[in-house]
């Protein structure tokens, strides 16, 4: 088994990175029908509004998908290429690029002027803010039934799906047309810089599981480090001094 950490060398995907990490959460408790299961989902569902209210995703998105399509253009012209494939995807792209077109207003406007999410919202920056006591009718709610529920979370979620798709698109395409490679953290420490002609968007790091040691990583579009941590049981976590034998990929699709 093999475990991936992956780091953002831009505050795009960065953003990205964050909402693919809440969505993936929100679909997790999703599926499950107990109440604490829901209240995981409608925190997290409360998350995802709160960033996309901050940061303009819609045309970050946009952009990512246009950056894509012209790469795509490109790479058709290169000997080797499927065509077949390339067209797949190139229509996949211009999807989500017009579910995204068809959003009025703010990502997420649903939950965000729903008056019940509201309530919620308002509470829920206090620990323990959402008890029944301080929520009754949050209280209430949960005690109806599963389908209720997922009804209720599947209409909130219904102008943010657009984006989950989109942001899925985007970030598979960065993953998997960039090329793993072995290499070895001298002393438990890598860096590298990278071709300012074709930045990458972010980098994985895939260890295998039970190597005791995982990566601190930092950079940004010209260079990034990694520094292979061991875990104490008590204390701070210290650099490794042994060499680390990984597999790095630098995503630059």
């Not at 901050?54 to 012209?77: G, P, Q, S, W, Y």
């Not at 703010?106 to 323990?128: V, Y």
């Not at 290499?183 to 968007?201: K, M, R, S, T, Y």
């Amino acid at each position: 088994m093999q475990l991936t950490f992956e780091h953002p060398l831009n505050e795009r995907y960065r953003t990205f990175l964050r909402l693919e990490h809440l969505f993936t959460k929100v679909r997790h408790f999703l599926s499950l029908e107990d109440p604490w299961s829901t209240r995981a989902a409608v925190e997290s569902l409360l998350d995802i509004v709160s960033i996309t209210s901050r940061a303009d995703v819609k045309n970050e998105l946009l952009k990512e998908l246009d950056r894509n399509v012209a790469t795509l253009a490109r790479i058709a012209r290169q000997p080797g290429v499927d065509p077949e494939a390339l067209t797949r995807v190139r229509a996949g792209l211009e999807r989500a690029q017009s579910d995204l077109q068809r959003i009025t207003g703010q990502i997420g406007q649903t939950a965000r002027e729903d008056e019940f999410l509201k309530g919620i919202a308002q509470r829920n920056s206090i620990p323990g803010g959402t008890c029944s006591f301080d929520l009754p009718n949050f209280h209430f709610w949960l005690t109806q039934t599963g389908e209720h529920r997922e009804r209720r979370l599947a209409a909130w979620m219904q102008d943010i799906t657009p984006v989950e798709t989109a942001i899925k698109l985007v970030l598979s395409l960065a993953r998997e047309s960039a090329r793993p490679r072995r290499v070895v953290a001298e002393g438990g420490f890598f860096q590298e810089a990278l071709n300012a002609q074709a930045p990458a968007q972010m980098v994985r790091v895939t260890l295998n599981v039970g190597q005791p040691v995982f990566p601190e990583i930092s950079g940004h579009k010209s260079r990034f480090s990694i520094r292979f941590m061991s875990p104490e049981a008590n204390g701070r976590p210290a650099q490794s001094r042994e060499d680390v034998d990984f597999t790095l990929t630098c995503c630059v699709f």
